[in-house]
């Protein structure tokens, strides 16, 4: 079983930063570097979409809006990825969420994942 445990969101003012973990307890006989890691967020009645994800290894990809501002991480000692974000502004209020998949793809397309963490909230207000 693959569990994903989110931490790191809250309140922010505009121009803020967070850093959110996320934690990962991999399948027996598997390894975290097998898994493909990425962030996804959804704003209140609006779609989930990709931030920020591992293509393969280290090789990082971005969506067009968070390029510049957001920056992910991985420490695979620890079975964690992070997500550094600054410059934030209300427009990045939403659950953010980290996703693993098994098998390459698209990495910006939510339904090729096959576990998900429970989410954190990001507000950003002031």
């Known amino acids: 079983q693959v569990m994903l445990v989110e931490s790191g969101g809250g309140l922010v003012q505009p121009g803020g930063s967070l850093r959110l973990s996320c934690a990962v307890s991999?399948?027996?006989?598997?390894?975290?570097?097998?898994?493909?890691m990425s962030w996804f967020r959804q704003a209140p009645g609006k779609e989930r979409k990709f931030v920020a994800g591992?293509?393969?290894?280290?090789?990082?990809h971005y969506a067009d809006s968070m390029r510049g501002r957001f920056t992910i991480s991985r420490d695979d000692a620890k079975n964690t990825i992070y997500l550094q974000m600054n410059s934030l502004n209300p427009d990045d209020t939403a659950i953010y969420s980290c996703?693993?998949?098994?098998?390459?793809?698209?990495?910006?397309?939510?339904?090729?994942?096959?576990?998900w963490g429970q989410g954190t909230q990001v507000t950003v207000s002031s």
């Open positions: 591992f293509r393969w290894g280290s090789i990082t």
């Open positions: 996703a693993a998949r098994e098998r390459l793809g698209d990495i910006t397309t939510p339904n090729l994942y096959d576990y």
């Open positions: 991999v399948a027996s006989g598997r390894s975290f570097e097998s898994y493909f």
